[in-house]
């Protein structure tokens, strides 16, 4: 008797809330959005997929907001854009829900002042219950299995992405792929004379000190969906 008590509760909590849903890929975020109305009773949540749109969204929201949102998405800056997200809505509850889960990360989340950090890779029963905390007014940290390492000055890198022109993000791509400044050029019919020139506009908009290190930037920023 006391768990259905319980269960009913927990499904009448959302019914005082709004719920926004951050995330750019619409499988995840329809999945996150089920999972809110199913669990917690939420009405329809709103949803963004960038940045102005999570923006626009906070400010015509009141207190009990539940902000969940990834790290990267289009005009997301890093932990910075977080921040100014909540100035926006400095009452929200913000968990930050990434596939990027490494422990540093997720400190850094809590310590600007988000309620959670939920790794992607973790359990839908596990994703509840880190909401549930949430609601409750805890802090939680949920890796998920298999948490997958990254720092912060890494991600704040990825962000400095959004700064390259396309042939420049190109450019990066291809130097991810271990390709020579000749072969770049050849790829993309250009000059190697504008292929360096590139290179070092790479260099210096990622704040990164050499064209190894940005090989090796853009090979990791790759396999973790970055870019």
Same mark, same amino acid.
């Given at each position: 008797m006391?768990?259905k008590?319980?269960? =009913?509760?927990i499904?009448?909590?959302g019914l005082? #809330?709004?719920?926004v849903v951050?995330?750019?890929?619409?499988?995840i975020q $329809?999945a996150?959005?089920?999972?809110l109305k199913?669990?917690?009773?939420?009405?329809?949540?709103?949803?963004a997929?960038?940045?102005?749109?999570?923006?626009?969204?906070v400010?015509n929201?009141?207190?009990n907001t539940?902000?969940?949102?990834?790290?990267v998405?289009?005009?997301?800056r890093?932990?910075d854009?977080?921040?100014?997200?909540r100035?926006?809505a400095?009452?929200?509850f913000? =968990?930050v829900?990434? $596939?990027?889960?490494g422990?540093?990360?997720a400190?850094?989340?809590?310590?600007?002042?988000?309620?959670?950090f939920?790794?992607?890779?973790?359990t839908?029963?596990?994703?509840?219950?880190?909401?549930e905390?949430?609601?409750?007014?805890s802090t939680i940290?949920?890796l998920?299995?298999?948490?997958?390492a990254i720092s912060?000055s890494?991600?704040?890198? $990825?962000a400095?992405?959004?700064?390259?022109?396309?042939?420049q993000?190109?450019?990066?791509q291809?130097l991810?792929?271990?390709?020579?400044?000749?072969?770049i050029?050849y790829?993309?019919?250009?000059?190697? =004379?504008t292929?360096?020139?590139?290179?070092?506009?790479?260099?210096?908009?990622?704040?990164?000190? $050499?064209?190894s290190?940005?090989?090796i930037t853009? =090979? #990791?920023?790759v396999?973790?969906g970055?870019?």
């Open positions: 006391n768990d008590s319980e269960d =009913a509760s499904l009448e909590i005082n #809330w709004t719920a951050a995330e750019d890929h619409p499988i $329809s996150v959005v089920r999972l199913k669990r917690f009773g939420f009405k329809q949540p709103v949803k997929t960038n940045y102005d749109e999570l923006a626009d969204a400010m929201t009141g207190e539940l902000v969940i949102t990834d790290l998405m289009p005009g997301m890093g932990l854009t977080i921040k100014r997200m100035a926006l400095p009452k929200a913000v =968990a829900y990434s $596939s990027n889960s422990e540093e990360l400190q850094e989340c809590l310590d600007i002042g988000c309620r959670a939920i790794g992607k890779r973790s839908e029963d596990a994703f509840a219950a880190a909401i905390a949430v609601l409750d007014g940290i949920e998920g299995a298999d948490p997958t912060k890494v991600l704040d890198r $990825s400095l992405v959004a700064d390259l022109s396309p042939q993000l190109k450019v990066f291809l991810g792929d271990g390709l020579l400044n000749k072969q050029a790829q993309l019919g250009i000059s190697e =004379a292929v360096k020139a590139h290179v070092g506009k790479i260099l210096e908009t990622l704040k990164i000190t $050499s064209r290190q940005a090989a853009s =090979a #990791w920023m396999e973790h970055l870019i």
